[in-house]
T-cell receptor
Framework: GQNIDQPTEMTATEGAIVQINCTYQ??????LFWYQQHAGEAPTFLSY????GLEEKGRFSSFLSRSKGYSYLLLKELQMKDSASYLC??????????FGAGTTVTVRA | DVKVTQSSRYLVKRTGEKVFLECVQD?????MFWYRQDPGLGLRLIYF???????EKGDIPEGYSVSREKKERFSLILESASTNQTSMYLC?????????????FGPGTRLTVL
């Protein structure tokens, strides 16, 4: 089975940094995805990690530690448009994704 | 750009009705998925398909069935809608080339069952 935990809500100020943690306990692991979902819209792909370490992509970075079952998504220089839900998802290598409940990030001016 | 479309953005049905949700993708993807999304529960997989006429149960298949007669189209069927099936339904597709390919999502159908 899959158990994926992430905080429900986070609030930060424009221009700040926010770190969204995700811990997982899964029967199989072949990588971890982060998706962004604005209210009323489809989730869109942000990042994929399969090896330990940090992947940087512009203002967003994602980190993975396989031994600890832990990942985080780091959002830097927050902008109002970053207000959204961020979904952590794990794949076991069988095409399927198991999702956490999502973290709603609110960016305040 | 990959495009996944769903037949309706909003749908209101009555208890006991048969409901069809349609999903079409234009990128020749092998894999297609149906999820429902509920507050506090995240996305939960209902059914998925690796290829035409193939289907596999996800985590919550009860009360649902699916059909994939053509590669680009994946239908979700609620045989007899119930109020606890009121939810946001999301369709997704991915390439079958490797098992870790990202999934591309449609805009969702918000279904209300009265």
């Amino acid at each position: 089975g899959q158990n994926i935990d992430q905080p429900t809500e986070m609030t930060a100020t424009e221009g700040a940094i926010v770190q969204i943690n995700c811990t997982y306990q899964t029967s199989g692991f072949n990588g971890l995805f982060w998706y962004q979902q604005h209210a009323g819209e489809a989730p869109t792909f942000l990042s994929y990690n399969v090896l330990d370490g940090l992947e940087e992509k512009g203002r967003f970075s994602s980190f993975l530690s396989r031994s600890k079952g832990y990942s985080y998504l780091l959002l830097k220089e927050l902008q109002m448009k970053d207000s959204a839900s961020y979904l952590c998802a794990v794949t076991d290598g069988d095409y399927k994704l198991s999702f956490g409940a999502g973290t709603t990030v609110t960016v305040r001016a | 750009d990959v495009k996944v479309t769903q037949s309706s953005r909003y749908l209101v049905k009555r208890t006991g009705e048969k409901v069809f949700l349609e999903c079409v993708q234009d990128m020749d993807h092998e894999n297609m998925f149906w999820y429902r999304q509920d507050p506090g529960l995240g996305l939960r997989l209902i059914y998925f398909s690796y290829d035409v006429k193939m289907k596999e149960k996800g985590d919550i298949p009860e009360g649902y069935s699916v059909s994939r007669e053509k590669k680009e189209r994946f239908s979700l069927i609620l045989e007899s809608a119930s109020t606890n099936q009121t939810s946001m339904y999301l369709c997704a597709s991915s390439s079958g080339e490797v098992s870790y390919n990202e999934q591309f999502f449609g805009p969702g159908t918000r279904l209300t069952v009265l």
